[in-house]
């Protein structure tokens, strides 16, 4: 969709964005808006790997957690999650798991336990109170380069309370490293790395299309492979049954994912210039919370035409819609877009003169006040 020379200026739009914000630095933070759940016993394991989407076999106590999600019964999304072993063995000899989620579904996490506890042998507790989840990341923790940096980093959080309970960011190249301390820890990292708020953090996977929480995506709608779980390893196809496993399987199979999650940039000015684009930690845009709908601004004038497509039996022609913003940061956002659409406006973002660019509509949200917000997709840089 995107020819050689396109990739290229979106790879460097990319680090641009990311460098001139300082978010390449070392840096780390402490996730206040993340919940933590025990789940231990001797059929924790085997429980669990009927829950998730990924192989729960992977996690071995002393290395490092797991992403995967917990899905309805129909393939929708329930949470995202990071699984972790407990890496110590209590006085009764129980080894267990600690799953990571969003905060505020806590207790929807509780409840899908407990419904399919049945007989298993395992205890399920909230642990939020008990510890702490750190993320360090920059261009020292590049595995690529030094390995022996962010190894260093685990050994140093060891505490004798806990084992360091830790995991690789595996869901795209340099996301850096997950740390869960005993609540009264800070973590311990070299002089050279700052701390930083969180919305650094937000901004940073933002703005490479990672989701995290039920901010980036809608509970019962969203689908696993249009999160990109597929890309960011948070599925194994070659897993036995699971909770939602038929349609997301079929989906892999069929190769029907015509929509993904990427990141979008926010404008007021509907004359977007994608080589410009920067980001603006000022700006006010009174987006609202909730998703909501992409639009073609169709109307600005007779060169700009949205896309149409005619209804099977009838004469009424309709536009489908392009995509469905999720959440936003500042002027970043994130939205699942239809890839041909996402296609054809960075061809034509990144080619003005091109006759093509003066006959694709601008995209548009509304926000709080009914205002239009412009935008435009961006393909993350590891995609490409």
């Not at 995991?167 to 973590?187: F, H, M, N, Q, Y």
């Not at 909501?292 to 109307?299: E, G």
Request: hydrophobic share 35%; aromatic share 8%; with cysteine.
């Amino acid at each position: 969709m995107l020819g050689d020379k396109q990739k290229l200026v979106l790879r460097e739009l990319s680090q641009r964005l990311l460098s001139s914000n300082n978010l390449l630095n070392g840096s780390y933070t402490r996730l206040a808006t993340r919940g933590l759940v025990q789940v231990s016993g001797p059929d924790s394991e085997n429980f669990l790997q009927g829950l998730t989407t990924n192989q729960m076999t992977k996690i071995k106590p002393g290395l490092s957690g797991l992403y995967q999600t917990f899905l309805y019964p129909n393939g929708r999304v329930m949470l995202d999650s990071y699984i972790y072993p407990k890496n110590e063995t209590s006085e009764s000899g129980k080894s267990g798991f600690i799953i990571e989620v969003d905060g505020r579904l806590v207790n929807t996490l509780l409840l899908l336990l407990r419904v399919h506890k049945l007989r298993a042998k395992i205890e399920i507790q909230d642990v939020t109170e008990e510890y702490s989840t750190f993320v360090v990341w920059g261009n020292p923790l590049n595995i690529s380069q030094d390995g022996r940096v962010l190894y260093d980093i685990i050994k140093s959080n060891k505490t004798t309370s806990s084992s360091c309970i830790w995991a690789i960011d595996s869901r795209t190249p340099s996301l850096g490293l997950r740390l869960i301390l005993d609540k009264s820890k800070e973590v311990a990292l070299p002089e050279s790395y700052q701390k930083v708020g969180q919305n650094d953090y937000d901004l940073y996977r933002m703005l490479m299309g990672i989701p995290e929480g039920s901010n980036d995506f809608t509970q019962r709608v969203s689908l696993p492979l249009e999160l990109n779980l597929d890309i960011m390893k948070g599925v194994d196809f070659m897993k036995g049954c699971y909770v939602g496993q038929e349609l997301t399987i079929r989906t892999h199979h069929r190769g029907m994912i015509r929509k993904r999650l990427m990141p979008v940039i926010f404008s007021k000015d509907s004359n977007l210039n994608m080589l410009e684009f920067k980001v603006d930690n000022k700006i006010e845009l009174n987006l609202p919370a909730e998703p909501c709908a992409v639009d073609y601004l169709s109307n600005v004038s007779d060169n700009y035409k949205a896309p149409v497509s005619e209804s099977e039996g009838t004469k009424v022609r309709r536009t489908r819609q392009p995509g469905r913003v999720s959440s936003s940061l500042y002027n970043v956002g994130l939205a699942v877009m239809r890839l041909d659409v996402a296609a054809n406006y960075q061809n034509a973002l990144l080619n003005k003169d091109d006759d093509s660019a003066k006959s694709l509509s601008p995209l548009y949200v509304k926000n709080n006040s009914q205002e239009n917000i412009y935008l435009a997709p961006l393909f993350p840089y590891w995609w490409l």
